[in-house]
């Protein structure tokens, strides 16, 4: 066995990696991802390159997956029905959180909707002090009342988090062993093992999450883990975790929030290990997929770890790289903007490119060759000449793809109008024409400046580290 293979699912392209130790090359593949199903996208992948590289899976000696399905299911709210037991005096918790706001000087900005509705979070009494001993026993009725009450409400996942158990988890341990015993396909969730630390909104916020992507975690990761055995794969596939290393599938399993920076750790991991091998210790690195773009920052040859943060505005407790995300990647689409508020003001009515938050729902494979308002990151990219073809290649992007566009919309009522298609279009193809690279920082310097110069970090040659950036200066020169 000398091989090793890695896969990243994204939630536009599936890139797998092979590396044939006896011959010492390296095969890439990219196809596109089964929204669906990833792990369809996976097996896809897995038998094109190695029959591409010309190696038996049977020699595979090491499969490593990074992995979205966490991060998509939370954004997308497609988690379980969760539901909560914890010490009385604490259903709360979940919803008061900490004092911080997402907008300091905005009273209206919303938070994110607790992931465990009220009527599904049940108090316990049970106490124990800061020192680890035990001020009120479990109260076992109130468990088999809470599990009463849950036999109806059909929950697919529990998370129980008591005051200070990461001292003593006795109590929550009994508690797992009544549910397991009452509700046996339900997924449980301890603090105790989630995230065994002090902050107890933290930890719970932890709890909660793990949960409410356990069944769905699993499942996936249990096909993945089947169907890769079936391809004649002798060692069991790992999982990457938010902290750049790598678990178990029966681990991710477990413990799913773990996942929740899965495919961009790998992305970073790599990045600093290419830049170590060729002499950088410090760098930004800045992988742009086909739905958003993650950026981190490596100092010393080393990637940071921060100890907690928030996903998609949900604390999150566990040990993970310092990589900021933008929904802004070679799939989004660019569109254009007719500031008719300037046009009322000026005469006119300026044309600007805008990278837009849609994505496309079949990849930009499916819509070559389509030109209207909106056309995909990667177009421009190309036009550019910021890709290279051997890479990723693609249709030619010309200008007779519009020209014939234009002549489709010649006769379109819209056209009859100042700021119609074929205005919009003949701005695309004179700011593309023109190389106009700042339409591509426009969403992209803000997630630098978070991992640079607002950690008071200057990542421009010959100035000081912690010089202060003015308001306005560009970081991408």
């Known amino acids: 066995m000398s091989a090793r293979l890695g ?11 092979l590396w044939d130790e006896t011959s010492r090359r390296l095969a890439v593949l990219k196809l596109p991802s089964v929204p669906h199903d990833p792990a369809e996208g996976i097996l896809a992948g897995i038998r094109g390159i190695t029959e591409q590289a010309g190696v038996r899976a049977d020699s595979l000696a090491f499969v490593a997956h990074g992995t979205t399905v966490a991060t998509n299911a939370l954004l997308e709210g497609k988690g379980a029905r969760t539901a909560l037991l914890t010490t009385r005096g604490f259903r709360d918790l979940l919803e008061i959180a900490r004092q911080k706001r997402p907008a300091l000087y905005d009273l209206q900005a919303d938070k994110p909707s607790p992931l465990v509705p009220r009527d599904l979070r049940f108090e316990v009494r049970e106490r124990l002090l800061a020192d680890g001993s035990v001020l009120e026993k479990l109260r076992v009725g109130d468990v088999e009342a809470a599990l009463a009450a849950l036999g109806s409400c059909d929950p697919e996942a529990i998370a129980v988090c008591f005051l200070y158990s990461f001292l003593d988890p006795t109590h929550e341990r009994q508690v797992a062993a009544r549910i397991r015993d009452r509700l046996p396909l339900c997924h449980v969730s301890l603090s105790s093992e989630v995230s065994p630390e002090f902050r107890e909104y933290e930890r719970l916020s932890t ?9 769905l975690i699993s499942r996936y990761l249990g096909r993945f883990d089947r169907a890769v055995r079936e391809l004649g794969i002798p060692r069991a596939p790992y999982i990457n975790q938010s902290n750049g290393g790598i678990i178990s599938v029966a681990a991710a399993a477990r413990h799913p929030v773990r996942t929740l920076l899965s495919g961009p750790s790998a992305g970073v991991m790599g990045a600093a290990w290419a830049a170590r091998d060729s002499g950088f210790a410090s760098l930004i690195t800045f992988d742009m997929g086909g739905t958003s773009t993650d950026v981190a920052r490596v100092e010393h040859g080393q990637p940071i770890i921060a100890g907690e943060r928030s996903v998609a505005g949900y604390s999150v407790r566990i040990p993970t790289l310092e990589i900021e995300t933008v929904g802004a990647g070679g799939g989004s689409l660019r569109h254009l903007l007719a500031r008719l508020s300037d046009q009322r003001q000026h005469g006119s009515c300026p044309h600007r490119l805008a990278l837009g938050y849609q994505e496309l729902q079949d990849g930009p494979a499916g819509r070559r060759g389509h030109f209207g308002v909106y056309f995909v990151g990667v177009d421009l990219d190309q036009r550019l000449e910021l890709l290279d073809p051997l890479m990723l290649p693609l249709q030619p992007f010309s200008d007779r793809a519009l020209d014939d566009r234009l002549a489709e919309l010649g006769h379109d009522d819209f056209d009859r109008h100042e700021f119609g298609p074929l205005s919009f279009l003949r701005s695309i193809r004179g700011q593309i024409a023109d190389g106009r690279r700042d339409l591509i920082r426009v969403r992209h310097e803000p997630v630098l ?19 202060r950036v003015e308001q306005g200066e560009s970081l991408l020169c």
């Open 7 to 17: 896969v990243d699912v994204g939630g536009t392209f599936t890139d797998v990696a």
């Open 207 to 215: 709890t909660v999450l793990n949960a409410y992507l356990g069944p």
């Open 449 to 467: 400046q978070r991992v640079t110069v607002r950690n008071r970090r200057n990542i421009r040659p010959g100035q000081p580290p912690h010089r």
